[in-house]
C-alpha cells in the first residue's frame, strides 16, 4: 500500500467550494477504481486555502499505470483539471510501523485489498510447493488454488463475500481438506511459511501482522481436525464463512 498525498493552495472562498463540489465528482471515479483504497479530503482550519487530498493507493504502479492508464482516470482529471495549478505537492508515501492498528475498518483495507492478497498467496505458495514437508499435501494442487485462497482471505478480513457466492463458501472451503491428514509438522511448517509470506507482503504494521496470523493459527487448527476425517465425511452445517477483525475472531469471540 502507498498513500498519495496532495497539497493545495486556493484563496478564493468562491473557487474553493467549487473545487470541493468537483472533488466530489471526482470521487465516484476512485470509488470504482480497484486500485483505490480509500482517500479523504481535509481542509485547513488556520490557513482556510491549504487543502491535502489523501489517497490510499495498492501501490504506486497499481496508481501510475493501473489507474491513469485505464478509462477512470479520464473522467477524474475532467472533474479536477480546473485546480491543477493550484498544487503545491503531489508525493507518494510510504508507511512505517508508527501507526494506530485501527486506521482501517477492516483487515481487509488493513493489508492492501484483494491485491495485496493475491501477492501474499503468490509468495507462500511458491515456497509451499518446494518444500518437502508440505509439498505431499497439495498433491491436488491447482493454479487456481492460489487465486481461490486470495478470495477467501479477502471475504474471512472483511472484503467482498465472494467465495460464499462463487466457490462453496465455509462448507466448500472445509470440505477440500477432507482427508488430508495434515500433521503436526505440517501446519507448524505452514504457519511459519506463511509467517515469511506476511512479513514480506503485508504493511510493517506489527498489530495488523499478529491479528492476520492470530486467523491462520485459528484457522490451521480447525483445518487440521477436518483433515483427520474421511473424504467422503458429511460435516453437517459448518455456518458462515468466518469474518475475523481486529479485536474478534470468527467465531464472534474477543480474540487473543
Known sequence: MTIEYIRYRIADPERRAAFEKAYTAAAEQLDAAPQCL????????????????????????????????????????????????????????????VASARRAATLYEAVGGAPALRRLSDTFYETVLADPVLAPVFARFTPEHRDHVAVWLAEVFGGPADFTAELGGHQGLLRGHLGLTITDAQRS??????????DKELP????????????????????????????????????PTPRWGWEKDGAGNNGA
Open 38 to 97: 480509500g482517500y479523504d479530503l481535509a481542509h485547513g482550519v488556520e490557513e482556510p486555502d491549504r487543502y491535502i487530498l489523501r489517497i490510499e493507493w495498492t501501490s504506486v504502479e497499481d496508481h501510475l499505470q493501473g489507474f491513469r492508464g485505464g478509462p477512470l482516470f479520464g473522467p477524474f482529471l475532467a472533474s479536477v483539471r480546473p485546480y491543477i495549478d493550484d498544487i503545491e505537492e503531489m508525493k507518494h508515501y510510504a508507511r512505517t510501523p
Open 189 to 198: 511448517r505452514w504457519l511459519e511459511l506463511m509467517s515469511r509470506a506476511v
Open 204 to 239: 510493517p504494521d506489527p498489530a495488523l501482522r499478529r491479528r492476520v496470523m492470530d486467523y491462520f493459527d485459528w484457522g490451521t487448527r480447525i483445518a487440521q481436525d477436518v483433515s483427520r476425517q474421511p473424504a467422503d465425511a458429511d460435516l453437517g452445517d459448518p455456518g
